[in-house]
């Protein structure tokens, strides 16, 4: 049983002692995660980096291992924090109430006395020579005596506190009416306190870990049903704003205090990590969390299916049977790969994490993830928030998580490619898979719907990271979008207000629209990069072709003139590598669809992908063009 509050425990009530013991947890939680980078983004991207061989690749497994629960600590004191800071929310709501009361008591020369009754001197007119006498009264919680059981019943609450107030005025004392008012502000008050400890007591209890000093999976999933029942309680002191525009999140989040953020970060880590507008920072630390608790939850589950079915059983097919490929091998294979999948691709992202500092390489941020479905990863080297020059790589068909670790590859290494072209320069390159990309070339890569969706997507994503910059103006800004992923920014900018200064599409299929100056950063800052025949470069990129085929592009009446007379008209499709569209056509040397983020011998940068750095960093006259 808990604790039930009386006058004599409120008045000693100190809550600053519960807000000194969150503070406690809370510095533990901080020294943790300090200990957790240094661990798995110094200590391991190092090791990775000189030593080879099975004893350092021993050591770096049980370095990460530590790193994982350094992070357990760091999540779990987080929760507890955030409890605590909960329960002394509540608690300081009651004392507060308590001591207002008590000092109108005190005011009106009354005595609260030890079991919460309010005793009160004659007063008011003589009747027949007499003053009218004092007394003493009790409170009542929501229309009932304190320490009697609640009726929820809303009438009966009504109808008591009718009678209390016709009693009150009944009275000649009018010091009655006061004393029954100070009293039931005392009454609610050890009410409110009784149940705060009732509600939150339990709760601390359970959050307790195992005897070992080993975090499994399994005591990740332990962090995620702690957070739940946190959460629930917390509801009151912890209330998530509706969906909000960037502006509004980011004006929020600036209300909040140090405290009230990091109790958001600990148990809404989802949501603030999904939050377009908020700090990287604040964003990368959720996300990191979402990430961690997703592992262990799809390593659980992966471990936990069941035998592989047999693949082939014999059907019916009238008189005759025939062998056919189960059902049930087809889910299990198809669960199997989707969990090796996403697990692939969380993977991926922790080694960023520990390639941190690697030949210069800056911290990364995870600003998005899911593992629902194909999955979504938003992750930036570097901090986009004080970042000089930004860019924001939009991938095309076929990616998802499971494949992201190709997509972080391509932003490093323009990452490093921009870096040296503007050393000194804060520079920030961003992998954004925040939509469902088409997975097949046909028929879904020929459909403008994946496009569609994804849009306002990006759009939001842009709009959030400007004013978490700070402006439009904070930073230079540029949109890469690879394949069908330059139908997607070409959508955004047709739909929208595409926020960004630059666009580089890079073999587009098509921008659904049919001139550069339709886009929103007008013709002089649309680029476009594709591998063709008229290029002298071995290889070609079939996809503009393909997309021209499946409408793409934007359509526009051409002109064939002879001597300046004309002989000709046909109504055709524009995409991007056409003359006609009117982009700045850079120069590759790289051939093949995915071949634009090579590098060459000893690691150089291709010119194909100088060209995109020089774009990023606002170099536009070093740009080789055709």
């Not at 983004?41 to 629960?69: F, H």
């Not at 009747?127 to 809303?154: F, L, N, S």
């Not at 600990?266 to 920072?281: Q, S, T």
């Not at 070339?441 to 719907?449: C, L, R, W």
Request: charged letters at 25%.
């Amino acid at each position: 049983m808990s604790l039930v509050v009386d006058v004599a425990t409120m008045r000693e009530l100190d809550t600053e002692q519960i807000a000194q013991a969150a503070d406690g947890y809370h510095a533990i939680g901080k020294m943790a995660d300090e200990a957790k980078e240094r661990v798995t983004e110094q200590i391991v991207g190092a090791m990775g980096k000189s030593l080879d061989g099975e004893a350092a690749q021993t050591a770096i497994k049980a370095l990460r291992g530590l790193g994982s629960n350094f992070h357990y600590v760091q999540a779990e004191c987080g929760i507890i924090c955030a409890a605590l800071n909960a329960l002394t929310a509540e608690l300081r709501a009651a004392k507060k109430k308590f001591d207002t009361a008590e000092e109108d008591a005190r005011s009106a020369h009354f005595t609260v006395n030890s079991d919460g009754s309010v005793t009160y001197p004659p007063g008011g007119d003589e009747v027949d020579g007499k003053r009218p006498e004092g007394g003493t009264t009790r409170g009542t919680a929501k229309g009932h005596p304190t320490g009697k059981p609640i009726d929820p019943a809303a009438d009966a609450n009504k109808l008591a506190d009718s009678i209390e107030r016709q009693a009150a005025n009944a009275n000649p004392n009018p010091n009655h009416g006061k004393a029954v008012d100070i009293a039931n502000r005392i009454a609610e008050s050890l009410k409110e306190a009784t149940e705060a400890d009732d509600k939150w007591a339990p709760k601390l209890r359970a959050l307790k870990a195992d005897d070992d000093l080993h975090v499994s999976r399994k005591d990740w999933g332990d962090v995620k049903n702690d957070m739940r029942r946190i959460r629930k309680g917390a509801a009151d002191y912890l209330k998530l704003p509706g969906k909000g525009s960037p502006e509004e999140n980011a004006a929020w989040w600036k209300k909040l205090s140090k405290e009230e953020r990091d109790d958001y970060i600990a148990l809404h880590p989802a949501a603030i990590g999904a939050m377009e507008g908020l700090p990287a920072e604040a964003r990368d630390e959720a996300n990191r969390t979402v990430l961690a608790e997703a592992k262990a939850q799809y390593s659980l589950q992966r471990s936990a299916l069941p035998p592989e079915p047999e693949k082939y059983v014999w059907e019916d097919h009238g008189k005759n049977q025939a062998l056919v490929v189960s059902d049930s091998w087809k889910k299990w294979h198809e669960r199997r790969d989707q969990l090796d999948g996403s697990l692939k691709g969380m993977r991926a992202i922790e080694a960023r994490f520990e390639a941190t500092g690697r030949d210069g390489l800056p911290p990364a941020y995870l600003l998005g993830f899911s593992a629902e479905g194909k999955g979504r990863a938003i992750i930036a080297n570097g901090n986009p928030d004080t970042a000089d020059h930004t860019a924001v790589y939009v991938p095309g068909t076929t990616s998802k998580l499971e494949s992201i670790d190709g997509d972080i590859k391509r932003m490093t290494g323009l990452w490093r490619a921009s870096q040296a072209e503007a050393p000194g320069k804060d520079i920030s390159t961003i992998t954004w898979l925040g939509y469902d990309a088409p997975q097949t070339i046909v028929p879904e890569a020929t459909q403008k719907g994946w496009a569609e969706d994804g849009a306002p997507e990006l759009n939001r994503y842009l709009d959030g990271l400007e004013t978490a910059q700070g402006g439009a103006e904070a930073s230079h800004t540029t949109v890469v979008g690879h394949s069908y992923g330059s139908t997607v920014v070409g959508q955004a900018s047709k739909t929208g207000d595409l926020a960004a200064d630059d666009i580089v599409a890079v073999g587009s299929p098509g921008m659904l629209v049919p001139n550069a100056g339709d886009l929103d950063t007008g013709k002089e800052h649309v680029w476009s990069e594709a591998v063709g025949a008229d290029q002298g470069v071995k290889g070609f990129d079939y996809v503009p072709a393909g997309g021209k085929f499946a409408g793409l592009g934007g359509w526009e009446w051409k002109v064939d003139t002879r001597n300046g007379v004309p002989i000709g008209a046909e109504y055709g499709q524009n995409v991007p590598s056409d003359e006609a569209f009117g982009a700045k056509r850079m120069k590759v040397d790289t051939s093949t669809h995915s071949g634009y983020w090579d590098t060459g011998p000893q690691g150089m940068p291709s010119q194909s992908l100088i060209n995109q750095a020089r774009v990023v960093v606002g170099k536009y006259d070093d740009v080789e063009v055709d």
